[in-house]
């Protein structure tokens, strides 16, 4: 393990909104253009605004804003922006294979002016894709979770909020199941979902293996294991085993692997379905489900009682104490090949700065300064500690930023993508040979071998 050369930054819930608007006070005080063009662009006289014109497509995937049924869905979003940008036409794509079909999409020029970044491009490959949208030492007293996506000093992609990472729940299966008090351990969430499979007619956790992004959520429960802001960036790219017995990466998923084994999942997690699981919760035949917190106001839309849908933190503790992570969504970005880039910018930054977004969604603002979301009410209950990741080591003297990324990609682990995750599922289930610890020894393998691989090359150092 190196020695963190960034002090931690960890804030307690109760204290967060008071830290972030004092934060984001002195920030917009004291902002010198940070995104340079860009924002000047958005925030633009009224005159300025009415003589941006163009036409641009928004491809993204939030699907069920496309609904008229949506309170505020993105008929409405377009309407506010065109109240000040008047001849712009912003069009929407959306899509549910979003990853899929947005990989097709990238091999043309066709992939929208404005987008939500894969969460499976290599930095490296960011500037053949995209505009530079500032300088990252300058967002980064505008913005929150801007601390990746970078290539040198140019960032390439802003997320309009951050997440809660936790798992959505509803209480009322929780009470028929004589649940008091949530749980804070493993043995405790395990415990709790047999009640739930005993009690009641619900089922316990709901993997939506066939919709396999979801099982990505697993991912962002690291850090809650971890205690550390630092471990992922910083830590872990120096580790040649981080899937070994004890290390965050085998605690989490062996929660996942726990649970499908011990049959407190769906029947048939082959035949999942993500749209039509987010109705099941609403109405208590789901108790759990891994998620980020930007699912909860999605869920909480199809509830006839919406208090029923919560969000509970991953039931994990650090002598008795609770953390989880509050990392960003898709990033926002513009594609190099848009025709009409000046108007992609003034939808791109009026959407990060004044469409309150996050807000509505009941989403951490990326914006510094913003008011803080009540979904996360029950962290704060509990005490429980948020990290805002650090990200890679550069300050001038040691530049590690692209490491992880590098041994990630290159290895094929996939700590973003699913695979690894559905080898979990599969062998729980009976249906792959082997054993959890054999998933574990072949990632840390397949990691230490291109660890020592990048080395020799100079790709990245010790």
Not at 78 to 94: A, C, D, L, M, S
Not at 106 to 124: C, I, P, T, W
Not at 162 to 172: A, E, L, M, P, R
Not at 250 to 258: A, E, P, R
Request: proline share 4%; glycine share 8%; aromatic share 12%.
């Amino acid at each position: 393990m190196i020695k963190n050369r960034i002090a931690p930054l960890v804030l307690s819930l109760a204290m967060l909104a008071t830290a972030f608007t004092a934060c984001g006070s002195q920030d917009s005080s004291n902002d010198t253009g940070s995104n340079s063009s860009a924002s000047s662009t958005a925030a633009g006289t009224t005159s300025a605004a009415k003589d941006i014109k163009g036409e641009i497509l928004f491809y993204n995937t939030r699907t069920d804003m496309e609904l008229d049924s949506y309170e505020k869905n993105w008929k409405y979003y377009i309407g506010e922006f065109n109240k000040k940008y008047p001849n712009i036409k912003v069009n929407i794509e959306t899509s549910k294979d979003y990853e899929g079909d947005l990989a097709i999409r990238m091999n043309s020029n066709e992939y929208g002016d404005v987008l939500f970044m894969s969460a499976k491009m290599k930095d490296a490959d960011l500037p053949s894709f995209f505009i530079p949208l500032g300088k990252k030492a300058e967002l980064e007293k505008k913005y929150d979770f801007v601390q990746d996506r970078y290539v040198g000093e140019d960032t390439y992609g802003i997320p309009p909020n951050g997440n809660g990472q936790g798992i959505v729940y509803n209480k009322s299966v929780f009470t028929k199941a004589g649940i008091t008090t949530l749980p804070k351990t493993e043995d405790e969430f395990l415990a709790d979902l047999k009640l739930i499979k005993d009690k009641t007619d619900a089922i316990p956790l709901y993997t939506n293996y066939k919709d396999s992004w979801a099982l990505n959520a697993w991912e962002g429960y690291i850090d809650s294991v971890s205690g550390s802001d630092t471990y992922t960036n910083q830590v872990m790219l120096h580790e040649d085993d981080p899937f070994a017995k004890g290390k965050p990466h085998y605690i989490v998923y062996k929660y996942l692997f726990d649970v499908v084994s011990q049959k407190l999942v769906e029947d048939d997690p082959m035949t999942t379905d993500w749209e039509s699981s987010k109705q099941l919760l609403a109405d208590g035949k789901i108790a759990t489900m891994p998620l980020g917190s930007w699912a909860i106001p999605q869920i909480k839309s199809k509830a006839k009682n919406p208090d029923d849908v919560s969000y509970m933190p991953f039931p994990y503790s650090i002598d008795g104490k609770m953390y989880t992570q509050a990392a960003g969504d898709y990033k926002l970005c513009i594609s190099k090949n848009s025709k009409n880039i000046e108007a992609a910018k003034a939808f791109l930054w009026w959407f990060l700065d004044e469409s309150n977004y996050a807000q509505n969604e009941g989403l951490i603002p990326s914006l510094k300064g913003s008011a803080y979301p009540d979904t996360l009410k029950n962290f704060q209950d509990m005490g429980v500690t948020l990290l805002i990741d650090k990200g890679a080591i550069n300050d001038g003297t040691k530049n590690e930023n692209g490491w992880l990324d590098a041994i990630d990609k290159e290895s094929e682990v996939g700590l973003w993508n699913e695979n690894f995750k559905k080898d979990i599922v599969d062998t729980a289930l009976g249906n792959k040979k082997g054993t959890y610890d054999d998933i574990m020894n072949g990632l840390n393998k397949k990691w230490a071998d291109t660890r020592a691989k990048l080395i020799k090359e100079g790709t990245i150092g010790k």
